[in-house]
């Protein structure tokens, strides 16, 4: 069962919101952000500066850093940026661009939901980055960005939702990038109250997107009760905040591949290796996206100033293997890794991930450039995401690509 609760937070003023909510933070260079944070002095991205993101000869020590964030905060909040709202509640929040809407419910959930395996994982976290995140909420103590998650579609979650939707909404602007976003306060305890007890009835959720977040925030709760010998349970940093959606209201974009050299091979010789695993046909295509494969188990491939369709013949895809039969594992498992050497696909310097969200012009760009071959993917399903969850099993790096993403700063909880 998973347990939510309503909650107080600061809130991006409405008439500001386009210029506090960040953009997806994975989808910019670090030298990007350091660009955007500069030009846009009220963006949240502010509070979540990294040192690596300035010019060398101006990156603050790390402590230093840290403390920049917090004043920052501190001043955006002053500077009545945020409005504190202390009627305890939750947030209806909708996001869509072009013919794509979602609408998910922004709650607390207990930490030890993550810890007993009431939200499902499938992705490895890497320790060096969970410290770093942890040192930023020791000294900056805000949450920003919900841990997005996922559940089967229910239909008195729904009913709650639409009936929210109804009134006027707190929050409502479309970002620079298209996505119209739209958020509403619930701070009905009887509609609160249907909506506890129709999760109450889901065994489980799934994590979709910040594992790292996650491990952070079950780290960081382990941390502050070990230092409070008065710990009851009830303390903020026992909750995470996080942003729920339907099953069937998700979006997972692929996420391309982009290998730097051929490892000594000519491109008539890679084309004669993958032939021994796949079909390959050429494609003709007057644009990049003409190209995006159409089914599961179908790769795209551009090198050559052409693009190429793989397709896996029966009997080649483990279906009966929740990870193996996913078509990342098939690339890495057919021709990354016995045909051009990536056998690190999480550390090679020779092998670069391309959101699905860039477009394959993006491919084209790149390849034009002086990477060698891009790859272009079916994307994995949300179905194919739960089986792993489910099977206990994760998948490999750069699997999925959520599209719109939950942006940071339009409601902070401060701990």
Request: with cysteine; glycine share 6%.
């Amino acid at each position: 069962m998973t347990a939510i609760r309503p909650f107080q937070c600061y809130y991006a003023s409405p008439d500001l919101a386009h210029d506090v909510a960040c953009p997806a933070y994975d989808a910019m260079t670090p030298g990007q952000r350091h660009e955007f944070a500069l030009a846009n002095p009220l963006n949240y991205l502010n509070v979540m500066r990294s040192t690596e993101e300035y010019p060398e000869e101006q990156r603050p020590p790390f402590d230093e850093n840290l403390q920049r964030n917090s004043e920052k905060l501190q001043q955006l909040i002053r500077n009545r940026v945020f409005v504190f709202n202390d009627r305890p509640g939750v947030y209806i929040y909708r996001l869509s661009k072009g013919d794509h809407e979602q609408t998910g419910l922004i709650a607390e959930i207990p930490v030890d939901e993550f810890d007993c395996g009431g939200i499902k994982k499938h992705e490895h976290t890497r320790r060096d980055k969970e410290d770093v995140l942890i040192r930023y909420r020791d000294e900056v103590r805000a949450s920003s960005t919900p841990i997005s998650l996922t559940y089967p579609s229910d239909p008195t979650v729904g009913e709650v939702v639409a009936r929210a939707k109804e009134k006027q909404p707190l929050i409502d602007f479309t970002s620079d990038d298209g996505v119209h976003q739209t958020i509403w306060f619930l701070g009905d305890p009887e509609e609160i109250r249907r909506l506890q007890q129709a999760f109450g009835q889901h065994q489980a959720l799934y994590l979709t997107d910040g594992h790292h977040r996650t491990a952070v925030c079950q780290k960081w709760a382990a941390k502050r009760r070990s230092e409070n010998p008065n710990h009851t349970g009830d303390e903020p940093y026992n909750f995470v905040l996080t942003a729920m959606f339907p099953d069937d209201q998700m979006r997972i974009l692929e996420y391309n591949r982009l290998v730097h050299d051929l490892g000594g091979l000519s491109q008539d010789e890679l084309l004669a290796r993958i032939s021994e695993y796949f079909t390959v046909e050429p494609l003709n295509v007057v644009a990049a996206d003409e190209a995006r494969p159409q089914e599961r188990h179908q790769f795209s491939m551009y090198i050559g100033s052409k693009w190429y369709a793989l397709t896996a013949p029966d009997g080649l895809v483990p279906e009966e293997d929740p990870v193996r039969c996913l078509d990342v594992c098939l690339l890495q498992d057919y021709i990354l890794g016995p045909i051009l050497g990536i056998e690190d696909p999480r550390g090679d310097p020779r092998i670069d991930y391309v959101p699905g969200a860039f477009g394959l012009d993006e491919i084209e760009r790149r390849v034009f450039g002086g990477w060698a071959v891009g790859f272009a993917c079916y994307p994995t399903s949300v179905k194919e995401l739960m089986a792993i969850a489910d099977a206990g099993e994760v998948m490999p790096p750069k699997s999925t690509w959520f599209d719109p993403k939950v942006r940071s700063g339009l409601l902070v909880r401060l701990r």
